[in-house]
């Protein structure tokens, strides 16, 4: 017979876990309820096999215990231990209410079977008592139970990278666009303040300014690239308006202050701001200015119509007039020429290239060709030597921009002389020709040939012309290129800067004669005394001269 509870290792045995102790006349702690979410228990048709029970070997006997060897039974065994008393579980006194969330209401059916089974050791369906009690290990394996299949059939969880900015992110976004509106802020903040305050200062204690058209003349010279407040300060500075802001403010109803030239303005002390700018913009108020074309000599020309050409010291006399307080400025002509032949030629402004050969030059022709072409402005109420000053340091300035004296090293001739060449060809042609004149006198200075320029003999005569007579031809003098060889004393004229870069920079070729042919003053140019005699011919049936 076998044992119910037996440990037998026989193939047929089964070893069988003992029921759950229990103590009579103690009451069982009621089952809690089952959760509303637990998984409904199954009927035993639908439930799976239940799995076999695992094999376990017998526990082999301590050696230290029941003796040396496994198989010593003669030593004394243990005391039996008193069996574990089940702690009894106080039942809670306020239970927990379940609230079921299904959408079905739940069925206690299989909750009722489940309990018997657990409590009576009974299966419902059969109503007969089992051979083994019923164990709670048995049922999480039952009710564990899945399918492998469906488990490697289900497709593996798709996991999608969450691309929303993090919570640090955000802060730092949040901190960037902070400090930016707090920049954009203080700025706006900082250009209100000063408005507010320019406004307020404008509004409420205004400027001062004074009442009329004013007193006495003065002086005022605006600079090249003055602007309006400029302009206002030093108006301010000399007297003529109470303060920068009554200009500025009568300039805002005024257009033409934008187009002041630089120059010498005769203004009033003590005018209104409104007078200022009226007086400032009318053309009669600026003085001091003269412009000096190219080709122009130091004294007068007078044409074969009777018009006169205002030379250079009449041009700079006219410019140094002004009426001031009822007093003349003006420095006459005179005066002018005797500083030019007398004064301290560097002293005056003459360039240190020039000044050894402009002292070997007749004293009233020295300057001659030294004073560039432009506009100058001269300060009315200078003396001849401020003016001749003024004049000359700023031609210096020019004839340097031209290239002299660094262009003209390579060509053989002094930078005086290359200026020499250039009043020469500023004199003889017409602008597209001066490149081509610039190579005739070169090639003739170093054939040795006279140049035979009719501009060198016209020089000296009080009417010149376009030709020359042979009674003009035949007058002896420095400046006569039909009697003498090489280059003139001194230029003829104020060299424009285009003519000085001609002579710096001639042409290539062989030509020796050129004369003027068009009516436009275009010259035909020549290599032979053949070509050149048939160039006259051609030039006179056209009426060119």
Known sequence: MTEPYGGGDGPGDRRRRPPSPRQPGREQPPRPPRPAHAPRPLPREARPAPRPPVRRPAPRPDPGVYGQHEGDLHAEPPP??????????????????????????????????????????????????VEEPYSAEYEDDEYDYYDEDDEEGRAEPEYIEDERPTRRE??????????????????????????????????????EDFEGAGESDVLVQVADGDSTNTIATKLASSGVVASPKAFVKASDDNTKVRGVRPGFYVMKTKMSGASAVDK??????????????????????????GKVTDGVFALLSKASCAELNGKSTCVPVEELRRVAETADLVALGVPSWAAESVGAVEPKRRLEGLIAPGVYDVKPGSDATGLLTEVLRTSATRLETAGLPSAASGLGLSPYQTLVVASLIEREAVQQDFAKVSRVIYNRLAKNMRLELDSTVNYLLDKPVVTTT???????????????????PSPISAPSEKAIIAAEKPVEGSIVFFVKCEKN?????????????????????????
């Open 280 to 305: 400032m913009v009318d053309p009669v108020s600026r003085v001091g200015d003269f412009q000096l074309r190219p080709g122009t000599q130091l004294d007068d020309i007078n044409q074969p119509d």
């Open 470 to 488: 042979d009674d003009d031809r035949n007058r002896p003098g420095p400046y006569n290129t039909y009697k003498n060889t090489g280059l003139p």
């Open 170 to 207: 955000r802060r730092r976004a949040g901190r960037r666009r902070g400090r930016a509106f707090g920049w954009v802020a203080a700025i706006a903040v900082i250009a209100l303040l000063a408005g507010g305050a320019w406004f307020g200062i404008t509004e409420i204690f205004g400027y």
């Open 80 to 129: 039996p231990r008193r069996p574990r008393r089940a702690q009894q579980i106080p039942p809670d006194e306020s239970p927990t209410e379940l609230i079921h969330f299904d959408d079905e209401p739940y069925d206690n059916q299989y909750d009722d079977l489940y309990d018997e089974e657990i409590q009576g050791g009974r299966r419902p369906e059969d109503g007969a008592d």
């Open 521 to 545: 003053g275009i010259s035909c140019f020549a290599d032979t005394l053949e070509q050149h005699n048939q160039n006259k011919r051609d030039a006179k049936a056209r009426g060119a001269y």
